[in-house]
């Protein structure tokens, strides 16, 4: 009953630093994604794939990089840290080929960049 | 750019009142959802709509898509303060699978 988990939950960064925010789930689900949050704008989806090896931007991906190598898996990479990224992320999978199937989020990610 | 505006962004009421939060867009979705999020974890389904002017309730709660699927509503009757949380809309466009999500309402129920 694991569903989606996210490593690790809490992280403070320096500036400049690289990091990858890690993203598992394991219910077989061809689409995932990665959303950030902050305070008053809601989720906003950063990356997303639709499959193994298929990945797009969504509407924040600067300063983000991903790939999805299995289906299970489905890492954020922040390539160069900036305080602006300091964030909460979530992690997201569901499965395709219906309308309207549930997303399942993980518990999300906390992060500071100092 | 965001394309789902909720309205209102705050609501504090008080136990049993009745209240009404909005979705809405220029665009045209192929399916929209709410959710309910609590502190510290992750959003949680309420429903999916998929037809417009479609409504599905969920004991006191009552959703409704527009008919033209570009906005929606939420009316909950008798507000519990169990009902606090934040509440987001989220909507895909035909053709698309990501999900874009609204900014948030942020509703309080007190005692």
Redesign the interface.
């Known amino acids: 009953n694991a569903g989606v988990t996210q490593t690790p939950k809490f992280q403070v960064l320096k500036t400049g630093q690289s990091m990858t925010l890690q993203c598992a789930q394991d219910m077989n689900h061809e689409y995932m994604s990665w959303y950030r949050q902050d305070p008053g704008m809601g989720l906003r989806l950063i990356h997303y794939s639709v499959g193994a090896g298929i990945t797009d931007q969504g509407e924040v991906p600067n300063g983000y990089n991903v790939s999805r190598s299995t289906t299970e898996d489905f890492p954020l990479r922040l390539l160069s840290a900036a305080p602006s990224q300091t964030s909460v992320y979530f992690c997201a999978s569901r499965a395709t080929g219906a309308r309207g199937n549930t997303i399942y989020f993980g518990e999300g990610s906390w992060l500071t960049v100092v | ?2 394309l ?1 505006e ?1 309205s209102p ?1 705050f609501l504090s009421i008080q136990e049993g009142e009745n209240l009404t939060v909005y979705c809405n867009s220029s665009s045209v979705f ?2 929209l ?1 709410w ?1 309910r999020q609590e502190p ?6 309420l429903v ?3 037809t417009g002017g479609e409504v599905k309730k969920l004991k006191r709660l009552t959703f409704q898509f527009g008919d033209a699927r570009k906005d929606s509503s939420l009316h909950i009757t008798a507000a519990q303060p169990g009902d606090t949380g934040l509440y ?1 809309c ?1 909507g ?1 466009t035909s053709g698309t ?8 309402t942020r509703l309080k129920v007190l005692a």
Not at chain 2, 40 to 45: A, M
Not at chain 2, 97 to 104: A, E, R, V
């Open positions: 750019t965001q789902l909720q962004q192929s399916s959802q959710y510290g974890e992750g959003p949680v389904l999916t709509v998929v987001l989220a895909a699978y990501k999900y874009i999500f609204g900014t948030g």
